[in-house]
């Protein structure tokens, strides 16, 4: 390929040389060879991350143990901002060393190497097109004949000018792309990709499994436990916009209608958040942290009623959905992650308009005071959330990908 002169080429360039010298460059160099599939072993697949996270354990564990592909997991360690998220066990890992600039261009020293070393027939890549390493490694890995796949997001809304560029450029580095949603998909399809390299795999948590039966939790922090109680379980950062939640509950109390909330998740607001609730809503919230464990989430919801989140509903969904709680989120699906369409309106929870307190505080009453709400209907909601956010299921449509472009390379499975 030759080096580009465009403005899109320069951004890209400029990003690299930011993250790797030139000593970095000579020492990792492409092949000069076209890789044959050798048809007499399993595929070798590599997963590329920067960290694998703990939530992502259920699809991890499913890909390593497939008996019919050989599976290896690269990766470095955590990133700037999500540092308390723990991360996934018994992977065995080839691990690389992480090179941040900003906290958002990732250099991935060791990755060039790791992937020349092992002959891969396919390479999964967590598609972030800030990663300079990513382009680098999907351009020599397409010049060998391997197949590269990109798991990734994907779009939210259609993306105008150079970002937009920049980006469809890369994801245009992959045989397929893995995505979690439709929405994604369609837009990608509107864009020009062939619907057959849309792939939408879902998004997937590892499915809870309580020690034994499941104590509600006493909520004994409330100045009322018996209240209704609504939950929140998402990073306490301002883009979800946790402080409305702390205002619809001194609303709800205001109405008649109280509720008590709790917060489960860590960030940088917590304080502030604290302060906040005192003052509005004081005896109603309760903050308990990040919670990882799952018989302590189970008491939780056990006890809950209703989910909440104001914007930008990602795993939040799912994560409550396979307790059989209903999720109350707003109706913009460009201000929600893909998860959000595992949200079946009337069905496991509600929508309302976008920033509108009134409506908000409206759905979480409904919920945290319907009498609809029984062990029948929780019962199908957990059943449902468990296709939809199925590890198992994900795993099968990434490999089905990875399947279908090795048998375009001529790659014979038994």
């Known amino acids: 390929m030759g080096r580009s002169t465009d403005p899109v080429g320069a951004s890209i360039t400029e990003a ?35 960290f694998l996270p703990n939530y992502r354990q259920g699809v991890f564990d499913a890909l390593a143990n497939n008996p019919d592909w050989d599976v ?53 890549f967590l598609g972030n097109w800030m990663w300079a390493t990513n382009w680098l490694s999907a351009l020599r890995l397409r010049q060998q004949n391997k197949a590269v796949l990109h798991w990734t997001h994907g779009w939210i809304e259609e993306e105008p000018g150079l970002q937009g560029m920049i980006r469809r450029r890369f994801y245009k580095l992959a045989d397929k792309l893995l ?8 837009i990608g399809a509107s ?11 879902g998004n997937s948590l590892p499915l809870p499994e309580a020690d034994g039966p499941v104590n509600p939790w006493p909520g004994d922090q409330f100045a009322d436990p018996s209240l209704p109680l609504a939950v929140w379980i998402a990073r306490l950062i301002p883009e979800k916009k946790p402080e409305m939640v702390i205002d619809a509950v001194a ?28 003052q509005k809503a004081p005896g109603r919230v309760a903050f308990v942290g990040p919670i990882h464990d799952d018989n302590e989430l189970a008491s939780i919801f056990a006890a809950g009623s209703v989910t909440v989140v104001p914007d930008y509903a990602g795993l939040t969904v799912p994560h409550s959905l396979i307790h059989g709680i209903p999720v109350v989120a707003n109706d913009d699906p460009t201000a929600n992650g893909p998860d959000y369409e595992y949200l079946y309106p009337e069905t496991n929870g509600s929508v309302f ?11 979480m009453i409904r919920w945290a005071y319907s009498e609809e709400m029984s062990d029948e209907r929780r019962a199908a909601i957990v059943e449902q959330a468990r296709i939809d956010a199925s590890p198992e299921l994900g795993a099968e449509r990434i490999l089905a990908a990875t399947r279908d472009v090795l048998t375009s390379r001529g790659y014979t499975f038994d």
């Open 179 to 186: 995505l979690y949603g439709h929405r994604a998909a369609d």
């Open 16 to 50: 690299i040389g930011s993250l790797v010298d030139d000593e970095s460059i000579e020492t990792e160099s492409p092949l000069d060879t076209i890789h044959r599939p050798d048809v007499t072993t399993k595929p070798r697949v590599a997963v590329v991350y920067h």
């Open 251 to 278: 609303l709800a109390e205001q109405r008649g209608h109280p509720v008590n909330m709790v917060f489960i998740g860590g960030g940088d607001e917590s304080g502030a958040l604290a302060r906040q609730a005192e």
């Open 191 to 201: 864009y020009g990709w062939d619907p057959e390299d849309l792939v939408v795999i």
């Open 353 to 363: 308009p976008r920033g509108d307190l009134e409506r908000f505080t409206d759905e």
């Open 72 to 124: 290896t997991f690269i990766t470095g360690h955590s990133r700037p901002g999500q540092e308390g998220v723990p991360e996934a066990e018994n992977l065995d890992p080839i691990e690389v060393e992480n090179r941040w600039l900003g906290g958002r261009f990732l250099w991935q020293q060791g990755l060039l190497p790791a992937l020349r070393s092992n002959d891969y027939d396919a390479v999964i």
